[in-house]
């Protein structure tokens, strides 16, 4: 007892008189107070919410330039497809691919080894006679701006271009606008239907396919400085498909995906729509003196 005792005043001695080396010091924790911090935390979600809220409706009021409000899930575009003939187009499809490796493309291939003055001049002939379809097909849509511009550039390209093989018109400046029976009816508010695979064309539309077989019965009805028919039609035909393909990057299959026929489906029906509602606006807006929609 008494060496406890004489231990325990020389222990306070020494704290007393300063020789421990640390500080000391005692450590409390926070007063627990649930109700504070759960008023607290509401608050701060409060403000938070409040200044999202702020800043939706200062964007929504005024949106940055170039870029529209956000579509509602109604004007959101749907995501699928008409196809009911969809067996009977994925067998065209997967005819067609075959075609066009075993045939088409080699051709198509061999013709661009020719020299590109010849396929230049081959292009722009082709390109040419397609003037009096939209010259035609402009005149129905009542465009009459973009009708005399390419009838302008059919006379001027088939004297000065020596019938069409050079595009004088597009140096002068009177560039092409092309269009068909397809967007005639889109002009007049037909839809496009269903998809359609076109043999040895792809893919099309209903609307569009039926567009197609107007053109071509225009071209062989008036059949201009006899290139439609008999012999003539018979080289000439075959001569623009294999044009046409030669200048499309196009490859079927070249991703490997299985899933091809979708995406391309998808992609052209996508397209077709876009130019479509292009088209609309354009006649909508009333300003004949704008430029022509991409691709019409």
């Given at each position: 007892?008494?060496?406890?005792g ?7 001695a020494l704290?007393?008189g ?5 500080g000391?010091?005692?450590r ?34 005024a ?6 409000p ?90 000065l ?31 496009p ?26 071209n ?19 001569l ?36 479509d ?5 354009w ?14």
């Amino acid at each position: 007892m008494r060496r406890a005792g004489v231990l325990a005043l020389l222990g306070a001695a020494l704290l007393a008189g300063g020789c421990a080396t640390g500080g000391f010091s005692v450590r409390t924790l926070p007063a627990e107070t649930p109700a504070a911090d759960n008023a607290a935390a509401i608050r701060k979600l409060q403000a938070l919410q409040a200044e999202v809220a702020a800043a939706g409706e200062r964007a929504t009021l005024a949106p940055p330039a170039g870029i529209g409000p956000p579509l509602t899930a109604e004007e959101a575009p749907s995501m699928g497809t008409y196809d009911p003939w969809e067996r009977t187009n994925r067998f065209t499809y997967r005819f067609n691919a075959r075609f066009d490796e075993a045939l088409l493309l080699p051709v198509a291939d061999r013709y661009r080894r020719l020299p590109r003055p010849l396929r230049t001049g081959v292009r722009n002939f082709f390109s040419n006679l397609s003037e009096v379809v939209s010259v035609i097909n402009y005149t129905a849509q009542l465009r009459a701006a973009p009708g005399v511009r390419c009838l302008g550039r059919f006379v001027i390209n088939s004297t000065l271009g020596l019938g069409g093989l050079f595009d004088v018109a597009t140096g002068m400046h009177v560039t092409q606008a092309r269009t068909g029976f397809g967007n005639t009816l889109a002009r007049w508010g037909m839809q496009p239907g269903p998809y359609f695979v076109i043999p040895l064309l792809g893919p099309s539309t209903l609307r569009d396919g039926f567009g197609w077989a107007a053109d071509f019965g225009t071209n062989y009805l008036i059949n201009l400085a006899d290139l439609y028919r008999g012999t003539a039609g018979w080289v000439l035909t075959p001569l623009n498909g294999v044009d046409i393909r030669a200048n499309a990057s196009f490859r079927y299959y070249s991703t490997g995906s299985p899933f091809e026929y979708d995406a391309v489906r998808f992609l052209f029906v996508r397209k077709t729509l876009i130019e479509d509602e292009a088209l609309r606006l354009w006649h909508r807006s009333g300003k004949r003196g704008a430029q022509t929609p991409a691709g019409q």
